[in-house]
């Protein structure tokens, strides 16, 4: 099969670098995305081999999107690019098939290689770090880091329910949960933690 990649980022700026560097290693087809709609729009559109996508996205974060990814496009080898703690998500995309994750925080010569080695599909085992339990988000389940999103962008419980498509006790019950795992004692304080915590939204 041809190698094609399609980049999903909010940030051009991302786009373009990775973009530069895949087309370094001879592959002709790279295409971008911008937004979680976007991204399933071009994969109805076109056949791909690779996708390299972020979790948080203008319209949502791509745990949503991620599993109809996979059912729908089971050949897709899928890496995820983001400044999200891996020990926070490790786990669940393992779960989800996900190839590999890389921090966007690394070196770029780290870039290069990692991009390069999944161009290759060459084995790429998750960091051991998403064994660890010191960040209390860790213990968040998929539901609960989709709500925990939209709550700290400032979304109301209505709100969370209706982009969801949950029932607003469904939501008002996720949301005591997620208080309760990360210790939350308000709001305010779960900001602070997620800051602390370098949850990005």
């Known amino acids: 099969m ?3 990649v ?8 991302v786009r373009m670098g990775l973009g530069s560097l895949i087309k ?5 087809v790279v295409d971008e995305v911008a937004n979680c709609a ?3 729009a071009q994969l ?3 056949t791909y081999s690779h ?3 972020d979790l948080i996205m203008p319209d949502g974060n791509a745990l949503e999107i991620i599993e109809n990814i996979n059912r729908l496009y089971p050949d897709l080898s899928i890496l995820i690019h983001s400044m999200q703690p891996i020990e926070v998500y490790g786990k669940i995309l393992k779960k989800y098939k996900v190839h590999s994750y890389l921090y966007k925080g690394v070196s770029e010569s780290e870039i290069k290689k990692h991009i390069e080695s999944f161009i290759k599909l060459e084995d790429l085992a998750f960091s051991k770090q998403f064994d660890k339990d010191n960040n209390p988000f860790s213990s968040l389940a998929v539901r609960e880091l989709e709500v ?3 709550l700290l962008n400032g979304y109301r419980t209505k709100e969370i329910s209706t982009t969801l498509g949950l029932k607003m006790n469904t939501i008002s019950t ?3 949960v997620i208080f309760d795992k990360v210790k939350a004692e308000n709001f305010t304080h779960l900001l602070q933690l997620a800051h602390v915590h370098q949850i990005s939204y």
């Open 148 to 150: 925990l999103h939209y």
């Open 174 to 176: 996720i949301k005591a």
């Open 44 to 46: 109805n559109t076109e």
């Open 24 to 28: 370094q290693l001879n592959v002709s």
């Open 38 to 40: 976007d991204l399933m």
């Open 51 to 53: 996708l390299i996508l």
């Open 2 to 4: 041809e190698t094609k």
């Open 6 to 13: 399609l980049i999903a980022d909010d940030h051009s700026i």
